[in-house]
Every structure is written in C-alpha cells, then in structure tokens.
C-alpha cells in the first residue's frame, strides 16, 4: 500500500475519533473483594448520576492540510 503514486494519497483521507469523558469510564469497572467485605470504602466505586459529561472530538487530515 506504501507504494501507491503520490496522486493516490491526494485522494485519501485519514479520520478518527475520541471520547474524553469527565467522569471515569464508560466500561464496566470489577472490583475483587474478601468475603464480607461489599461496603469497605476501599471496594466502593464513585459513581455519577446520568452517565457524567464527555465530549467527543473527531479530526481528519488529508495531503492537503487539515
């Protein structure tokens, strides 16, 4: 792929995306725990209600420029 002509890559455009979220994670969180241990503060996770704030930020850059 590499080795395409330079007027190949003038017709490509390279795009991505993220999420930044404010509050922790949008994944599943495993907490490992003793017996008889389910509310000692260091096995508690915070959470927010309604899922926090996060912003996405998409992006693309082509030969051309941004």
Do not use: H, Q
């Not at 080795?3 to 994670?25: C, Q």
């Not at 096995?43 to 996060?54: C, H, I, R």
């Amino acid at each position: 792929m590499l080795n395409k002509p330079e007027t190949y890559w003038n017709t490509v455009l390279f795009a991505d995306e993220s999420k930044f979220n404010i509050f922790g994670s949008d994944r599943r969180i495993m907490v490992w725990r003793r017996k008889n241990e389910e509310l000692n503060p260091k096995n508690l996770v915070g959470t927010v209600k309604y899922g926090g704030l996060g912003v996405f930020v998409w992006d693309c850059i082509s030969a051309s420029g941004l």
